[in-house]
């Protein structure tokens, strides 16, 4: 495995993995969220990052040394890296690696045309029940991934660009009219995380969206007795999304008033009432700065009978 090979990858766990497996080559972690909050289409630029920055700071009290330090630093590493023979990307199946996938991808269009760009995916694994991500593979599994990785054509390179760029638009409805017509794309993880991002919007049933339902259905199927057990209980059961503990604490806060006090995980009246769909509490958590990827989050709403949005007019 060469050396002047550049690995981009999902997280710090997976770089960790790969190096301790003694994979030659530079490494550069992609540490970004990019499925939550606000985003633009030109990755990388002044407008990108101060975006970026405003939400976490604003959603998750990340400081500006912080973000520095641990994204920007690592972004300008990746600018550095001109000189390496082949780009490989290690992404996992969910949503939250799916939308920085495809985010990576636009950026290397831009910035490094003609580069070999190949792809390591994992998820779907013979003899697993589960999809699995890079760091749960065996050492022969990452092997036979990276001999099996897909080397992206230009076509792949530009349907991703162009998948990224309906994301970051104000509309999600030219997103959900094409996201499932690619029958050859080799990003084949890709559809099912867009569906559960289109989910993302709030219900017309209850107001509230996939993400929060799911939380609600878990504290009432398991009935933990903290926080921490209903947040480790969601990090198990999650299939598709891929969020981290950081998330789920966040969205807790948000749909606290739906549970008995801050510090149980059980239901209140009114909680199990918007669970069984007799009451929508879209009134309740409408806001305007609410961003899922280009567009506001409450604009829409997601008819789950259809599995299709529709757009707020008033």
């Known amino acids: 495995m060469n050396s002047s090979i550049l690995h981009i990858t999902n997280g710090d766990s997976t770089t960790k993995y790969l190096q301790k497996l003694n994979l030659s080559g530079e490494f550069i972690t992609w540490r970004e969220m990019l499925c939550e909050g606000k985003t633009v289409t030109d990755v990388g630029s002044e407008s990108f990052w101060k975006t970026r920055f405003d939400f976490l700071k604003d959603s998750y009290k990340i400081s500006k040394k912080i973000f520095v330090e641990y994204t920007l630093k690592e972004y300008r590493n990746l ?137 609600l259905k878990t504290s009432n199927d398991y009935h933990p007795a903290t926080n921490k057990e209903l947040v480790e209980q969601l990090l198990k059961n999650q299939e598709t999304f891929g969020f981290g503990d950081t998330q789920y604490y966040k969205k807790l806060e948000m749909l606290q008033s739906l549970f008995l006090t801050t510090k149980t995980a059980q239901l209140n009246i009114k909680g199990k009432k918007v669970l069984k769909n007799q009451l929508n509490y879209y009134g309740k958590l409408r806001n305007e700065v609410s961003f899922l990827g280009g567009v506001k989050k409450y604009s829409f709403l997601y008819y789950n009978k259809t599995q299709k949005l529709l757009k707020i007019t008033s």
């Open 79 to 215: 600018c550095n890296k001109k000189n390496s023979e082949e780009i490989i990307l290690w992404f996992e199946y969910d949503l939250f690696c799916q939308i920085n996938m495809i985010a990576v991808i636009s950026w290397l269009k831009r910035y490094r045309k003609e580069y070999p760009i190949s792809l390591v995916c994992s998820g779907n694994i013979k003899d697993s029940k589960k999809k699995l991500g890079l760091s749960e593979l065996s050492k022969s599994q990452i092997d036979q991934h990276y001999k099996n990785r897909i080397h992206l054509t230009q076509d792949d390179i530009e349907y991703a660009d162009y998948i990224w760029q309906l994301y970051c638009s104000d509309s999600p409805l030219r997103l959900e009219a094409v996201y499932k017509f690619n029958p050859m794309s080799p990003f084949k993880y890709l559809a099912t995380a867009l569906e559960a991002h289109l989910t993302r919007f709030p219900s017309i049933e209850n107001g509230l969206n996939s993400v929060e339902n799911f939380i």
